[in-house]
């Protein structure tokens, strides 16, 4: 038996958002092309346009934009139990034949293995639930 969980949550498909994501793009290529002497801030601006236009584009369209950086996810096995609660957090993993004891707490869960060392996981910081 296995769970298994993929947890940035796909963004519903919005027309809206694409629209916006290229509105925005647009500006900032327009902004860059039309001038001439750009000053370091215009493309500064500019660039943070682009860049909200991509981000918006690539979730209107229903992808997630962190998935680009990694994934989040939840595997729980007959052999090991591997967390990463989000895609710039190290991954959690311990092997089931590993642990004495799982104590639940509020928003933690403490897990003592036999070379008696803890391992904490923070529920909170899965912000994908």
């Not at 925005?24 to 801030?41: G, Q, T």
């Not at 934009?65 to 993993?93: M, P």
């Amino acid at each position: 038996m296995e769970l298994k969980l993929d947890l940035p949550i796909e963004p519903k498909k919005s027309l809206f958002r694409v629209v916006i994501g290229i509105f925005f793009f647009l500006i900032a290529i327009f902004r860059i092309i039309v001038e001439k002497n750009l000053k370091p801030f215009d493309w500064f601006y500019s660039g943070i346009f682009a860049l909200a236009g991509i981000v918006h584009f690539v979730e209107g369209l229903g992808f997630p934009f962190e998935r680009l950086f990694g994934k989040a996810y939840v595997l729980i096995n007959t052999e090991f139990i591997s967390l990463k609660a989000s895609v710039f957090d190290k991954k959690q993993f311990v092997n089931w034949n590993e642990i004495q004891s799982i104590n639940c707490r509020i928003n933690n869960l403490i897990i003592n293995k036999t070379d008696n060392t803890i391992l904490n996981i923070n529920l909170s910081k899965f912000e994908y639930f």
